[in-house]
């Protein structure tokens, strides 16, 4: 029912920035609210960021507060993650997430996943 397509990953230098893009597509999509987790190998995979269906209310891990800023825009069914200040602890495979009926917090209740993109940040 959604597809998610994340775009914007790459390599950067610690200190630089990235912005991540979310393609939300489907009826529906609109309706979901959207977030972001990362997973690196051996780790769970970690809720970073998230946003309500109207873009009024947003949420973030401890550890991006104040570097990473999540937006919406609902016309474009599209998600943005606007990171700077990037470290290299930051790097892993991003994954934007929806869920229907909460904010995407908790992995176990996402409904769908996109494949994930790449951020590679160096020291």
């Known amino acids: 029912q959604v597809q998610l397509v994340e775009s914007g990953g790459g390599l950067v230098q610690a200190g630089g920035s990235l912005r991540l893009s979310c393609a939300a597509s489907g009826r529906t999509a609109s309706q979901y609210n959207i977030g972001w987790f990362r997973q690196t190998p051996g780790k769970e995979r970690e809720f970073v960021a998230a946003?309500?269906?109207?873009?009024?209310?947003?949420y973030y891990s401890d550890s991006v507060k104040g570097r990473f800023a999540i937006s919406r825009d609902n016309a474009k069914n599209t998600v943005y993650l606007q990171m700077n200040s990037l470290k290299a602890e930051d790097t892993a495979v991003y994954y934007c997430?929806?869920?229907?009926?909460?904010?995407?917090?908790?992995?176990?209740?996402?409904?769908?996943w996109g494949q994930g993109t790449q951020v590679t940040v160096s020291s």
């Open positions: 946003i309500t269906w109207s873009g009024i209310s947003t």
């Open positions: 997430v929806a869920e229907r009926l909460k904010v995407p917090t908790t992995a176990r209740t996402i409904d769908y």
